[in-house]
């Protein structure tokens, strides 16, 4: 059974930056694309990026400028560089993969096309 698990996760102050990590067991990451998402209080998940295998990203338009996703497939790690973080950034944010078959191409940044989900890091932005 694959497993991913999120870190890097905390209290930061409006304009600050954090770098969330996940890890995941085995082959699982190598693969697979990766979607990072997150969940406010009262809110549902929502895709904030995601990195597929061939390197192509994706962004939630509120991020764009200033998170950045990475991957690194020999450490089966993916990364979220969060800079300039604001108080509607606060929420818990998770890391996801998909299981085998792993299509070759592309698939949706949605919550529907992941199956295999970390328990998630808490973020929270003070202003």
């Known amino acids: 059974q694959a497993r991913v698990e999120e870190s890097g996760g905390g209290l930061v102050q409006f304009g600050g930056s954090l770098r969330l990590s996940c890890a995941a067991s085995?082959?699982?990451?190598?693969?697979?694309?990766i979607g990072w998402f997150r969940q406010a209080p009262g809110k549902g998940r929502e895709a904030v990026s995601c990195?597929?295998?061939?390197?192509?990203?994706t962004y939630e338009d509120s991020v764009k400028g200033r998170f950045a996703v990475s991957r690194d497939n020999d450490k089966s790690m993916a990364y979220l560089q969060m800079n300039d973080l604001k108080p509607e950034d606060t929420a818990i944010y998770y890391c996801?993969?998909?299981?085998?078959?792993?299509?070759?191409?592309?698939?949706?940044?949605?919550?529907?096309?992941?199956?295999?989900w970390g328990q998630g890091t808490q973020v929270t932005v003070s202003s």
């Open positions: 085995g082959n699982s990451m190598r693969y697979s694309p």
């Open positions: 996801a993969v998909l299981k085998p078959p792993i299509p070759i191409g592309p698939v949706p940044c949605r919550r529907e096309s992941f199956q295999t």
């Open positions: 990195i597929m295998r061939d390197g192509s990203v």
